[in-house]
């Protein structure tokens, strides 16, 4: 049974930085993409960063050039470091995992991964 928890939300003023880490388990690590999505109030869920078994990353546009994701693989752990962060990305933010085909089906911008955290609040202040 696929399984992933997510840890290291808080409240961070505007300009400021987090880190976001998620354990899988229940799965073959290698075989599976790993990805960030948030939801803010009112809005919406999106595809935040993907990131496949050899590392090849994919992010929305709006977090570019702020946002890293990266994964340990003898961790079983994705990472996901914020930098320079704005009040707009105050979200609920969840980690989520697939299996892992490439391309477009590891990019959480095009594609919605099936397994999915419970989420940590993210609070970005100006």
């Known amino acids: 049974q696929v399984h992933v928890v997510e840890s290291g939300g808080g409240s961070v003023q505007s300009g400021g930085s987090l880190r976001l880490s998620c354990v899988g388990s229940?799965?073959?690590?290698?075989?599976?993409?790993m990805a960030w999505y948030r939801q803010a109030p009112g809005k919406e869920r999106e595809g935040v960063a993907g990131i496949e078994s050899d590392g090849t990353a994919s992010y929305a546009e709006s977090v570019k050039g702020r946002f890293t994701i990266a994964r340990d693989n003898a961790k079983n752990t994705v990472y996901l470091e914020m930098n320079s962060l704005k009040p707009e990305d105050t979200a609920m933010y969840y980690c989520a995992a697939d299996r892992g085909y490439g391309g477009v089906w590891c990019d959480p911008t095009r594609y919605e991964f099936n397994y999915w955290g419970q989420g940590t609040q993210v609070t970005v202040s100006s």
């Open positions: 229940g799965y073959r690590w290698s075989d599976y993409c």
